[in-house]
């Protein structure tokens, strides 16, 4: 065992149309790795495999937003060390990530240095609605640290996007048929299934805002409601009020015309006024 690993053991969606209803590696590990956990809904796989150090475990965890990460654990669950998209390989732990950011990492491992063949095991995998694919079509600078790449995966209305802030993936959106989002700090980014983004910051609330009716800069009004522990939200336009949409992982986008509303897991609601030269955050207006 290495001298470091044994101090540090001991130390330790719109839908598409404005007016429709809005709303393989093989383990070389002797013993068999636990069955994965998922929630595929948020993007995230998670499975724990035994260490090549005894009594010890890794828990890999796969994330369309994070990339693959895997943490080396005590029997206690103790964080012993961490390989991830920042540090994808730790020579001095005997850990390693091949394609971090790829749709297929493979987690290595080994006990020695030197000569000691790696012992790989593959990550979880994601749903094909959570694995980004596709050609890159272009890349859109959101602002001074924030990118955004956009793929298309078909011609029939389908694109993705990663966005990259100091160079590290922190979003991924998918967009099938119907728009996806994503919210991260202030700004709010919106994929349409053609192709096309529209962006902006501020013009939202805080996360897990009181329920009730929020008044937009435009004269609409949304209802944020609750149930069974998630967030959805109602839109009412000069059109009429539309069905609730729930945002159960990842955020839903509402449009009727010129106002576009998000909701994401959290129940921050952010919206956008077309023609308005700056945007507002929803007013609260009761229950």
């Known amino acids: 065992m290495r001298p470091a690993l044994r101090t540090a053991f001991a130390a ?16 070389a590990v002797a013993a068999a790795p636990a069955v ?11 499975r724990t495999v ?29 964080v ?18 091949t394609g971090v950011l790829g749709a297929k990492p493979v987690f290595h491992q080994r006990s020695q240095g030197g000569s000691t ?25 959101l602002d001074a ?5 956009i793929f298309r995966v078909n011609a029939g209305g389908h694109y993705q996007a990663r966005v990259f802030q100091g160079g590290k993936l922190i ?3 998918d967009a099938n048929a119907r728009s996806g989002a994503a919210l991260f700090g202030g700004r709010t980014l919106v994929l349409p299934p053609d192709g096309t983004n529209l962006t902006w910051t501020g013009a939202a609330t805080a996360a897990h805002p009181r329920l009730g009716r929020y008044k937009l800069a435009d004269g ?25 949409a729930y945002a159960k992982a990842r955020p839903v986008v509402l449009q009727d015309d010129n106002t576009v509303v998000v909701l994401a897991a959290d129940g921050t609601v952010s919206n956008y006024i077309h023609g308005k030269p700056r945007q507002k955050a929803p007013v609260y207006l009761g229950a």
């Open 220 to 244: 609409s009004t949304v209802k944020l409601v609750k149930r069974n522990g998630v967030y959805g939200v109602r839109l009412t336009t000069g059109h009429g009020t539309f069905p609730v």
């Open 171 to 173: 979003r991924f959106i």
């Open 117 to 141: 063949p790696w012992q790989a095991v593959a990550f979880p995998a994601l749903t094909a609605d959570c694995t980004q694919r596709g050609k890159l079509v272009r890349t859109v600078r």
């Open 145 to 149: 640290r924030t990118t955004a790449q």
């Open 12 to 27: 330790v969606a719109l839908v598409g149309t404005a007016a429709a209803a809005v709303a393989s590696a093989t383990a």
């Open 50 to 78: 035994p260490s090549a150090f005894g009594g010890m475990k890794v828990r890999l965890v796969n994330s369309a937003d994070d990339g693959a990460s895997a943490k080396l654990l005590t029997s206690r669950g103790a």
């Open 80 to 97: 012993v060390a961490t390989v991830d998209q920042s540090r994808p390989v730790n020579l001095s732990s005997g850990l390693k990530i």
């Open 36 to 46: 994965p956990t998922t929630n595929q809904a948020n993007c995230v796989a998670v």
